[in-house]
């Protein structure tokens, strides 16, 4: 759920540096570092590491998560490692191996890795980077205080609000159907993070939110930075000649800070008027001023508004896209969805958050849709902090493990058929939800999506309401051909995106066009 470019540098290599960095950390490695394996037991199967550059050239550049199920195959095994100049890497492509170790072993394999460049560009606050110490603890406890199930129930109003006026974008213009997801998934956590109404792109917040990761993430583009590969050059001053990384990322630094203060400090303001929106941060600078808060929350709270809004729409326009797109060429189960729909509600209102529980087929949409198509494939690597043994194996301390949901999502013995787009898997011969209600695209552990009931709440009401409204048809050209629909997609650093296609949302009724412009 961090910035998309961030994220690729978790698990790219930044090759150039590599290679010319190669032979002189192999030389300090070889007089400096042993390994602590008492037991001498030997690294898991994966490609044979090459002199100097170890297997600098074997991580795929695209697609990894369909990349690492091959070397799962080439090397009959789940899991897997490979290393790089000081770059451990695990690759886990079974549950039942990233239950144990991510779950089961958690106190040693919660940590972040370790990017040098970000404490420079300022990221170094978002929660997902954070390492697994006080200010992570800090940052997890008042997430959960908010966002856990019973406490997310207090964003159901915006959310339903949100919902409306996509709704009603999608009336007017429906051609512009990615534009509104976007939106919707923007405006979401800056009215729910701030009470902060998104009113275009061309917002000063949106604004600000891209200049920042246009900036700082070019520094964290492979090959952009030596400082990745030498941590101590970022000890080098900004004013030094010819240190232009240093330069960018203290500019990108100010720019984050400017992103992160800017909202916060608009709350500030509304909440010494009384006119602010409820919201997770007005709720906490309440708390402060009745004294409730210390210093460290201040700064903890900013960091997670600021996480949220700069990162949580990724996901959220991902799974909307794919839910468009499934829905176009899905047809039949389109028809399931709006049968059930019309049983429960009828036609006379909109769904709302407590219709839920009566509509079983939604919530098996929801869950197969991030099944079939999660947003960050790859998930979001951890790190281990102490050496470990697993399997007879020797995994060392500072490993990157990379959970590969994506394996894990196709897995035959989990879900039969894997690559059919089925809902049905999740409901019992009664039609009732079964018991599989684990979303695997949120991760492990305990560094699982702190916002994954936000998430869920968010993406059940947009399938709920979108279907509730529209058909979502394939488009026609002006000869009443069908046009075809473009099935791919693409990466964007760990996230996974519907890439353009064309379809149709045509309103269902006139009725459902009068709720949705009352609901305006
Ligand atoms: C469909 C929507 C979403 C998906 C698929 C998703 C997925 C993920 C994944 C895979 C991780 C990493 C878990 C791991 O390390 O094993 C993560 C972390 C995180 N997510 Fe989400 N997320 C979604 C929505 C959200 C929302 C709406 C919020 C905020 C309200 C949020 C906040 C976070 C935070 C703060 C972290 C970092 C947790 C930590 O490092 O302790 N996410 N998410």
Partial sequence: MICSRLRRVMFQVDFLSLVAGGLVIWFIKRVFYSSNNSRNAPYPPGPKPKPFIGNALDFPQFRPYEAYVEWGKRYSSDILYASALGNK???????????????????????????????????AGNVALLHYGKSW????????????????????????????????????NPED??????MLSISVPMITMYGYEVESFQDPCIVAAEESIAVGSDLLLPGRSWINTFPILRHVPPWFPGATTRRIAEQARQINKRVRDIPFE???????????????????????????????????????????????SDTTISATGTFFYLMTIHPEIQKNAQSEIDRV?????????????????????????LRFRPPVPMGVAHALTEDDYYKGYFIPKGTMILPNIWAMTR??????????????????ANGNLNDDGRVLAYGFGRRICVGKHIGSDTLWI???????????????????????????????????HKSKFQCTFVPRSAVVKKLIEEAR
């Avoid at 039942?96 to 300022?122: Q, W």
């Avoid at 966002?147 to 207090?154: L, V």
């Avoid at 964003?155 to 919902?163: A, D, G, V």
């Avoid at 159907?177 to 976007?182: A, G, I, P």
Wanted: proline share 5%.
């Fill in 345 to 369: 509600i009828g036609p006379g209102r909109l769904p709302n958050f407590e219709d839920r529980p009566s509509l079983p087929y939604i919530d098996a949409l929801y869950r197969e849709i």
């Fill in 266 to 312: 608009f709350v500030q303001k509304k909440v010494a008027e009384g006119t602010e929106i409820p919201s997770f941060v007005s709720r906490f600078l309440r708390r402060q001023q009745e004294g409730r808060s210390s210093q460290e929350e201040d700064e903890a709270v900013r960091n997670i508004a600021w996480t949220v809004y700069s990162g949580a």
């Fill in 137 to 172: 603890r800090l940052s997890r406890k008042l997430c959960q205080q908010s966002f856990r199930a019973e406490a997310a129930r207090d964003f159901h109003p915006l959310l339903l609000k949100k919902i409306h006026e996509m709704l009603d974008r999608l009336l007017v």
């Fill in 89 to 123: 890497i695990l690759i886990v492509n079974k549950l039942e191996d990233a239950d144990e170790l991510l779950d089961r072993r958690a106190r040693k394999y919660s940590d972040r890795p370790l990017i040098p460049i970000v404490d420079l560009t300022g990221w």
């Fill in 177 to 182: 159907f990615d534009e509104h997801s976007k």
């Fill in 411 to 428: 897995d035959e013995s989990i879900y039969p058929e894997p690559l059919q787009f089925k809902p049905e898997r999740f409901l019992d």
């Fill in 462 to 496: 947009i399938i709920a309401s979108v279907l509730a409204s529209f058909n979502i048809e394939r488009s026609k050209d002006d000869f009443g051909n069908e046009v075809e629909v473009n099935h791919d997609y693409h990466d964007l650093g760990i996230l996974h």
